[in-house]
């Protein structure tokens, strides 16, 4: 016993004690770890005021075609709808007109059953006549290939019109799944504005006040551009003006001559302009209404996919204006440039459309003076602005 005792104390004295090797790797690697990402968030640039302003201006640009896209599938989901419900109609009638071919045929089976409950002889033999036997007979042999008829008819417009009735829904399911990666996408765009705007915030009293420079300075070149179209319009306006009285005295100088000479005229050069002048009277007559109607909006807030009449998207207030005139825009701005006569910059006229970005993703109605009234983002409302303050697409006269 005293021997295992001193055996037990000897393995006790001489067991190593050491450190777990797994707590000082874990204390390193933490360490080490906590290290990288401290050197890594202070290795990553700041993005510049420049950028900034550029990614805002961007994904504000995304946001409006991702708008554009929203009002073409709601567009199109609306009259898929439309078609949905004429085809269920559709359906219901032949349905309803199947049932009562097949209560008339069952009257008629019944009828033939009871009939069948008679040999043939003794149905001659209580017949008022022979011929009356063979016309009874022969009615209901026709009327019962009739039927017959009828109910494959119908059965088959049942199954046509049950097979439209899956492809207009399956053609809906799709649409609504459209229509909701779009909403999704919409979110999403917003999600990178909701981080625009969190980097905004964060910037300095000094780069906000850089910012707002640059966003001063934008502005300005888009007036100053807007103030030189508006001089060129009134030189080119006092240039017509001129040339048309020239012209109306011209001609009024030449009728006294004639009147002096011989008495009689000859009524040329009175019809060339009157064509022409209606033309423009009748368009300048819609842009009228189309440019009161815009400038009544003036103040409203700008709502994606909204076309009024409390709010309002770009497309909404263009297409809105123009039916005041009478002319029916489609809905998206991919469609609208597609309405009326392409114009270029320069021959712009009141109540025409300037189309802007590559994308085709906004558009305004043009004023005069270089200037359009518009919708123009999130978190703005209705104005007048210059044209020149975005990327010019391209211009459209609707009527």
């Given at each position: 016993?005293?021997?295992?005792?001193?055996h037990r104390?000897?393995?006790?004295?001489?067991?190593?004690?050491?450190?777990?090797?797994?707590?000082?790797?874990?204390?390193?690697a933490?360490?080490?770890m906590?290290?990288?990402?401290t050197?890594?968030?202070?290795?990553?640039?700041?993005?510049?005021?420049?950028?900034?302003?550029?990614?805002?201006d961007?994904?504000?640009?995304?946001?409006?075609s991702?708008?554009q896209?929203y009002?073409?599938?709601?567009?199109?989901?609306?009259?898929q709808?439309?078609?949905?419900?004429?085809?269920?109609?559709?359906?219901?009638?032949?349905?309803?007109?199947?049932?009562?071919?097949?209560?008339?045929?069952?009257s008629?089976?019944?009828?033939?059953y009871?009939?069948?409950a008679?040999?043939?002889?003794?149905?001659?033999?209580?017949?008022?006549?022979p011929?009356?036997?063979?016309?009874q007979?022969?009615?209901?042999?026709?009327?019962?290939d009739?039927?017959?008829?009828?109910?494959?008819?119908f059965?088959?417009q049942q199954?046509?019109?049950?097979?439209?009735?899956?492809?207009?829904?399956?053609?809906?399911?799709?649409?609504?799944?459209?229509?909701?990666?779009?909403?999704t996408?919409?979110?999403?765009?917003?999600?990178k504005?909701?981080?625009?705007?969190?980097?905004?915030?964060?910037?300095?009293?000094?780069?906000?006040?850089?910012?707002a420079?640059l966003?001063?300075?934008?502005?300005?070149?888009?007036?100053?551009?807007a103030?030189?179209r508006?001089?060129?319009?009134?030189?080119?306006k006092?240039?017509?003006?001129?040339?048309?009285?020239?012209?109306?005295?011209?001609?009024?100088?030449?009728?006294?001559?004639e009147?002096?000479?011989?008495?009689?005229?000859?009524?040329?050069?009175?019809?060339?302009?009157?064509?022409?002048?209606?033309?423009?009277?009748?368009?300048?007559?819609?842009?009228?209404?189309?440019?009161?109607?815009?400038?009544?909006?003036?103040?409203?807030?700008?709502?994606?996919?909204?076309?009024?009449?409390?709010s309002?998207?770009c497309?909404?207030?263009t297409?809105?204006?123009?039916?005041?005139?009478?002319?029916?825009?489609?809905?998206?701005?991919?469609?609208?440039?597609?309405v009326?006569?392409?114009v270029?910059?320069?021959?712009l006229l009141p109540?025409d459309?300037?189309?802007?970005?590559?994308?085709?993703?906004?558009?305004?109605?043009?004023?005069?003076?270089?200037?359009?009234?518009?919708?123009?983002?999130p978190g703005?409302?209705?104005?007048?602005?210059s044209i020149?303050?975005?990327?010019?697409y391209?211009?459209v006269?609707?009527?």
């Amino acid at each position: 016993m005293a021997a295992l005792a001193s055996h037990r104390k000897t393995r006790t004295r001489t067991r190593p004690r050491t450190k777990s090797p797994a707590v000082g790797f874990t204390t390193a690697a933490l360490a080490g770890m906590t290290l990288l990402s401290t050197q890594s968030a202070q290795a990553e640039p700041r993005p510049s005021v420049e950028e900034v302003q550029k990614k805002v201006d961007d994904l504000y640009r995304q946001a409006g075609s991702a708008t554009q896209q929203y009002n073409k599938a709601k567009e199109e989901t609306a009259q898929q709808r439309r078609e949905v419900g004429q085809i269920l109609d559709d359906v219901a009638k032949r349905t309803e007109s199947l049932n009562e071919a097949r209560r008339t045929l069952g009257s008629y089976a019944a009828a033939q059953y009871r009939t069948g409950a008679v040999t043939p002889t003794a149905a001659l033999l209580f017949a008022d006549s022979p011929q009356a036997y063979f016309d009874q007979t022969h009615l209901m042999d026709r009327l019962s290939d009739e039927q017959r008829g009828a109910v494959a008819d119908f059965e088959k417009q049942q199954a046509a019109a049950a097979k439209q009735r899956a492809k207009a829904t399956e053609s809906l399911e799709t649409l609504t799944a459209s229509q909701q990666s779009l909403r999704t996408s919409k979110e999403a765009v917003q999600n990178k504005l909701a981080e625009a705007r969190t980097l905004l915030a964060e910037l300095t009293a000094e780069e906000k006040a850089r910012l707002a420079e640059l966003e001063r300075k934008k502005a300005e070149e888009a007036r100053r551009k807007a103030e030189e179209r508006a001089r060129a319009e009134a030189e080119a306006k006092a240039k017509a003006e001129a040339e048309a009285e020239a012209e109306r005295r011209a001609q009024e100088q030449a009728q006294q001559e004639e009147s002096a000479g011989t008495g009689t005229g000859s009524g040329t050069g009175t019809g060339t302009g009157t064509g022409s002048s209606t033309g423009s009277g009748t368009y300048a007559a819609k842009a009228e209404k189309v440019l009161a109607f815009a400038r009544a909006q003036i103040g409203k807030p700008y709502v994606w996919g909204a076309t009024g009449p409390s709010s309002f998207d770009c497309s909404g207030l263009t297409q809105a204006a123009w039916k005041e005139a009478g002319v029916e825009l489609p809905r998206t701005t991919w469609d609208q440039v597609e309405v009326g006569t392409r114009v270029a910059t320069a021959d712009l006229l009141p109540g025409d459309l300037v189309f802007f970005y590559d994308d085709i993703s906004h558009v305004g109605i043009y004023i005069g003076d270089g200037k359009m009234i518009h919708a123009p983002k999130p978190g703005t409302n209705v104005r007048e602005e210059s044209i020149y303050y975005m990327p010019i697409y391209g211009s459209v006269r609707p009527a």
